[in-house]
């Protein structure tokens, strides 16, 4: 395996409430050679008939990651460094097991490549030591990567939580969501 610089103090944390819409993160994401000009995280309205509010989606690079569980063709990976990365092309069989499995929606199965695809986290940035592109042109830092104690100090009100429940499912995450002070899990039902 080649030498990598990933620093593994450095976080990516999502605050939704920051999200402006404004789809930098995607242009930036869609300029990555790696990903064939494709975006890899999305922006959604949250309900666009009643406000203008937006969210971001990323990969939450779960530490027990179901999509690779659900693989059939062993083509999804996690590294040492908890993260998860996109089909190994030459594995792939398109069958989307792994974009049905996903409690959060992330993987796409982009169709005329007959292939899963879904952010890894800039690992080419950030494994010399850059940040992921999306956090890099995020005007409002609803997308912010740096450590637990930068984050702490710029949302003094918030906490970034990783523990989510999904029904009687439980999931940890590598990326944190920002929360009201207070919160220790997210609980989805």
């Given at each position: 395996?080649p ?10 944390f999502?605050d939704?409430q ?16 790696t990903?064939g000009?494709?975006?890899?995280i ?7 008939a009643k406000s ?11 530490e027990d990651p ?12 996690q ?7 996109s089909?190994n092309?030459s594995?792939?069989i398109g ?10 929606g ?13 952010c ?6 950030t ?9 890099t042109v ?5 997308l912010y990567?740096?450590?637990r ?16 429940k ?6 940890n995450?590598?990326v944190?969501i920002?929360?009201?002070?207070g919160t ?6």
């Open positions: 395996m030498e990598t610089n990933y620093d593994q103090e450095m976080a990516f999502v939704m920051r999200c402006i819409g404004c789809h930098a993160c995607e242009m930036a994401c869609a300029e990555c050679e990903n000009q494709e975006s890899m999305h922006v959604h309205y949250v309900d666009r203008p509010q937006t969210t971001v989606q990323v990969c939450m690079h779960c179901t999509c690779a569980n659900v693989c059939p063709a062993d083509a999804i990976h590294d040492e460094f908890g993260v998860v990365h089909a092309t594995r792939c069958c989307s097991n792994c974009v049905l499995a996903c409690p959060f992330v993987p796409k199965k982009e169709e005329k490549a007959e292939l899963m695809m879904k890894n986290m800039c690992y080419d940035r494994s010399a030591g850059l940040k992921p592109m999306c956090a995020c005007p409002s830092q609803a990567y740096g450590t104690e930068e984050i702490e100090r710029m949302r003094p009100d918030s906490v970034p939580v990783n523990s989510f999904f029904g009687a499912q439980e999931v995450t590598k944190n920002m929360m009201p002070k220790h899990q997210l609980v989805v039902e």
